[in-house]
């Protein structure tokens, strides 16, 4: 079958397909496509998850051996594929379809891609996954529609937002949604519930001066010395810790639960260099270290947790380097790292 953005709740509202090929340039949309399809595989008792990079025809060796591989735990997996190019190539196109033609009852299959050509659009890999489950090709929200879209995230996230503010969001993002939806996100981290104008001027000024998203593109680079000068620098300029904390949540997540963010909004694009050094890192990196890490450094930020939030970023970008950084503790004073 085929789905679009806006059919794809009501498909999940019943028993997920065995295979969903989403793609698209749109990376907020795509991003989360997939993480709702992600939830919903989990919840039909689909514990376990694979991610595979594909860059080589070597790759789908290893997605066919993780195909036939049964859990240790006798856990049904969701098997995620990640190809940005959107062409599997003559060896990875007869892979799919292999897989596809009966797939096993104990694994789900998720390809998340760039957008695919028109001629891709007619290939038997593609039609491999229609016919065992579904294809969700993720269109650009039109230019007329930014505006209208704006608002209804806005309102999603319980945000009264001026008419003046919200064609002020859309020009300076140039119509980029993820530069949109982080704006928004970021007014409401810093406690604004309506945003007026000269609200959203101030917000995007402070991004200019204090660049969270230079802390991000470090930390997803694997950039150690830099990342932690940048946080060294947002902290004695007095950027709130949230923000800088927000940024690292996003890269972080970006690489484990969404599909590669391509971002365009000037002043914090990010480099392929960056996140080819993200994906060469993910298959070794502690996530679940990283989680228990910023969920601590918030709760440091809230009161909740003895220690230095700023000290736990450091170590967060440590690790998020593939490095090694002091254990976790129950008790955390301040740590520095190494």
């Keep these: 079958m085929k789905l679009t953005f806006d059919t794809l709740r009501s498909h999940l509202s019943g028993e997920p397909a065995r295979a969903y090929l989403v793609s698209g340039d749109e990376a907020l949309l795509v991003g ?8 919903r595989v ?15 025809v070597a790759d789908w060796e290893e997605v066919r051996a993780a195909s036939n591989n049964l859990s240790l735990f006798g856990s049904r997996k969701l098997i995620e594929l990640r190809l940005p190019s959107g062409k599997p190539g003559t060896g990875g196109a007869k892979a799919i379809t292999e897989l596809l033609d009966n797939p096993g009852p104990d694994n789900v299959y998720l390809m998340i891609t760039g957008k695919l050509e028109r001629e891709q659009n007619n290939s038997a890999w593609v039609k491999a996954f229609e016919t065992a489950g579904a294809w969700l090709p993720v269109w650009p929200v039109e230019v007329a529609r930014l505006p209208q879209w704006l608002r209804a995230r806005a309102a999603q996230m319980s945000i009264e937002i001026d008419e003046d503010a919200v064609r002020f969001i859309v020009d300076r993002t140039e119509g980029n949604l993820l530069a949109a939806h982080q704006e928004l996100e970021k007014l409401k981290l810093t406690g604004g ?7 959203a001027q101030a917000s995007i000024a402070d991004s200019a001066r204090f660049d969270v998203f230079q802390l991000g593109e470090a930390a997803l680079g694997g950039d150690v010395p830099r990342a932690l000068r940048i946080l060294a620098g947002l902290r004695s300029e007095g950027v709130e810790a949230t923000l800088a904390l927000w940024s690292l949540n996003r890269e972080i997540h970006n690489v484990w639960g969404t599909t590669d963010p391509s971002p365009g909004y000037k002043g914090w694009q990010k480099p392929s260099a960056a996140l080819e050094s993200a994906k060469r ?4 990196l502690p996530f679940a270290r990283l989680a228990a890490r910023l969920s601590r450094a918030d709760r440091m930020i809230k009161g909740q947790h003895r220690g230095d939030a700023w000290d736990e970023m450091a170590l967060i970008i440590v690790e998020f380097a593939g490095r090694r950084a002091l254990p976790l503790s129950s008790h ?3 740590h520095r790292a190494a």
């Design 42 to 56: 989990k919840k039909a008792g689909f514990d376990e998850r694979e991610v595979h990079f594909i860059e080589r």
């Design 32 to 39: 989360e496509a997939a993480d709702a399809i992600r939830a």
């Design 193 to 199: 519930t309506r945003i007026d104008l000269a609200t």
């Design 332 to 334: 955390t004073p301040g």
């Design 281 to 284: 890192r993910a298959a070794r």
